[in-house]
């Protein structure tokens, strides 16, 4: 049933995740369920989750039933014969409910481990998503580096025209390709740093480093962001975690009480009697059977007492831990929605930088039609048009990492 649950969780998690991005985003999708599959972080948790639940059925159970057997080796007499040999069992019981109380106090700690893997898929969730789009940036930032590389090079054709007619120097010709030099290394660069990013987004998925992740080619701020409901924090996972922790201490206190109460004992003695010989009479070498009843009794219980004090201390301890981490999640989640807000202000800055930067060029592209134009100048265009594309894709997956972060702490 908790397998169950887990599955649900996971799919309204996933849909959530999605919500503001269009169909493209399919594949991402799939690699999230993948994970969340194969992670061993998630398997250990779930692994975690089935000891603990096991452990309901090892304390189901009642002390060691005691046997003994003893032989006189001096044979007491009795009226009725000499006493060969002794046998007695015994059988301990808890106070009525106890074993009920063991079974609920760690069936509240199996709950607890519960909440362990809703939180570790959430975090897969994350980070698989982060590292994604980490790869989309990096694609992103390679495809703009190569247009303006095939840019610049339709930029030194133009110059060597120049320098032919004697419009242009052969300085001109040399900042261009130094300026193509240096967007080639970091073209190289990014390529190193993608097949990087690759290996810890296929590690995620435990599977090899070397598989070949497809990213969408285009990703866009959607005009409108989704509704986000700062309530759901309240019943965040890290957060019912403490509940279900406070709870356990409680049943841990019930427990405490019940085995304050004494233990009763039942079993009986039963011993062999040899017939005297040569004498008859009744009972003779009759044997003997008696049962018995023995109770346990803790006088001296100030270890249950000090239990008591344990359990009330770790309550406001756990009150106290819960209290920071809500602290901690509504800042996060204040600072997400935030910075994810700056990242539409900011694309919308670089996309309209990036228009009149384009209009400059154009207008430099037409002043060489008249015969004259400053490759200066256009070296000086094309480091910002390339400036503001990077900002643009830098915006962009800002906006979905904060999105990210956002519907782990809501959804």
């Given at each position: 049933?908790?397998?169950?649950?887990?599955?649900?969780?996971?799919?309204?998690?996933?849909?959530?995740?999605?919500?503001?991005?269009?169909?493209?985003?399919?594949?991402?999708?799939?690699?999230?369920?993948?994970?969340?599959?194969?992670?061993?972080?998630?398997?250990?948790?779930?692994?975690?989750?089935?000891?603990?639940?096991?452990?309901?059925?090892?304390?189901?159970?009642?002390?060691?039933?005691?046997?003994?057997?003893?032989?006189?080796?001096?044979?007491?007499?009795?009226?009725?014969?000499?006493?060969?040999?002794?046998?007695?069992?015994?059988?301990?019981?808890?106070?009525?409910?106890?074993?009920?109380?063991?079974?609920?106090?760690?069936?509240?700690?199996?709950?607890?481990?519960?909440?362990?893997?809703?939180?570790?898929?959430?975090?897969?969730?994350?980070?698989?998503?982060?590292?994604?789009?980490?790869l989309y940036e990096n694609k992103a930032k390679q495809k703009v580096l190569e247009q303006n590389i095939k840019l610049l090079k339709t930029y030194e054709k133009l110059a060597l025209t120049s320098v032919e007619v004697g419009k242009a120097s052969a300085?001109?010709?040399?900042?261009?390709?130094?300026?193509?030099?240096?967007?080639?290394?970091?073209?190289?660069?990014?390529?190193?740093?993608?097949?990087?990013?690759?290996?810890?987004?296929?590690?995620?998925?435990?599977?090899?480093?070397?598989?070949?992740?497809?990213?969408?080619?285009?990703?866009?701020?959607?005009?409108?962001?989704?509704?986000?409901?700062?309530?759901?924090?309240?019943?965040?996972?890290?957060?019912?975690?403490?509940?279900?922790?406070?709870?356990?201490?409680?049943?841990?206190?019930?427990?405490?009480?019940?085995?304050?109460?004494?233990?009763?004992?039942?079993?009986?003695?039963?011993?062999?009697?040899?017939?005297?010989?040569?004498?008859?009479?009744?009972?003779?070498?009759?044997?003997?059977?008696?049962?018995?009843?023995?109770?346990?009794?803790?006088?001296?219980?100030?270890?249950?007492?000090?239990?008591?004090?344990?359990?009330?201390?770790?309550?406001?301890?756990?009150?106290?831990?819960?209290?920071?981490?809500?602290?901690?999640?509504?800042?996060?989640?204040?600072?997400?929605?935030?910075?994810?807000?700056?990242?539409?202000?900011?694309?919308?800055?670089?996309?309209?930088?990036?228009?009149?930067?384009?209009?400059?060029?154009?207008?430099?592209?037409?002043?060489?039609?008249?015969?004259?134009?400053?490759?200066?100048?256009?070296?000086?265009?094309?480091?910002?048009?390339?400036?503001?594309?990077?900002?643009?894709?830098?915006?962009?997956?800002?906006?979905?990492?904060?999105?990210?972060?956002?519907?782990?702490?809501?959804?």
């Open positions: 049933m908790k397998n169950l649950d887990i599955k649900f969780q996971v799919i309204f998690t996933l849909c959530s995740l999605f919500f503001v991005l269009n169909f493209q985003s399919q594949d991402l999708q799939s690699y999230i369920e993948q994970a969340t599959e194969n992670n061993p972080t998630i398997q250990k948790f779930e692994l975690q989750y089935n000891i603990a639940s096991e452990k309901v059925n090892e304390v189901n159970t009642i002390p060691n039933t005691e046997f003994g057997a003893g032989y006189f080796v001096s044979e007491p007499e009795t009226r009725t014969g000499a006493q060969r040999f002794k046998i007695s069992i015994k059988q301990m019981l808890p106070w009525f409910g106890t074993i009920t109380s063991r079974e609920n106090y760690i069936s509240s700690m199996a709950d607890a481990k519960y909440e362990d893997i809703v939180i570790a898929k959430r975090k897969i969730i994350t980070s698989v998503s982060k590292s994604y789009y980490n300085v001109d010709v040399l900042r261009l390709q130094m300026r193509q030099n240096e967007m080639a290394e970091l073209l190289a660069v990014l390529n190193q740093q993608f097949l990087a990013e690759q290996t810890t987004f296929n590690k995620l998925l435990n599977r090899d480093k070397a598989i070949s992740v497809n990213v969408i080619n285009k990703l866009n701020i959607p005009s409108e962001n989704f509704e986000i409901n700062v309530e759901n924090l309240a019943v965040h996972p890290e957060l019912l975690k403490y509940d279900k922790i406070y709870q356990s201490v409680e049943k841990s206190e019930l427990l405490n009480q019940k085995e304050n109460n004494p233990m009763i004992g039942f079993g009986f003695d039963y011993v062999n009697v040899a017939e005297r010989p040569n004498m008859s009479f009744t009972d003779n070498g009759k044997d003997i059977l008696m049962p018995m009843v023995s109770i346990s009794i803790p006088i001296f219980n100030n270890s249950y007492k000090s239990k008591t004090k344990q359990n009330q201390l770790q309550q406001q301890e756990i009150l106290a831990q819960k209290q920071e981490r809500k602290n901690r999640l509504e800042t996060i989640l204040d600072q997400a929605i935030n910075n994810r807000i700056s990242s539409r202000i900011s694309y919308r800055t670089q996309t309209k930088n990036l228009k009149q930067a384009k209009n400059a060029e154009e207008i430099l592209i037409k002043s060489y039609e008249t015969g004259t134009i400053d490759f200066n100048d256009v070296l000086d265009i094309q480091e910002l048009q390339l400036k503001f594309e990077m900002n643009q894709i830098k915006s962009i997956k800002n906006y979905y990492l904060q999105t990210t972060i956002i519907n782990y702490l809501i959804q």
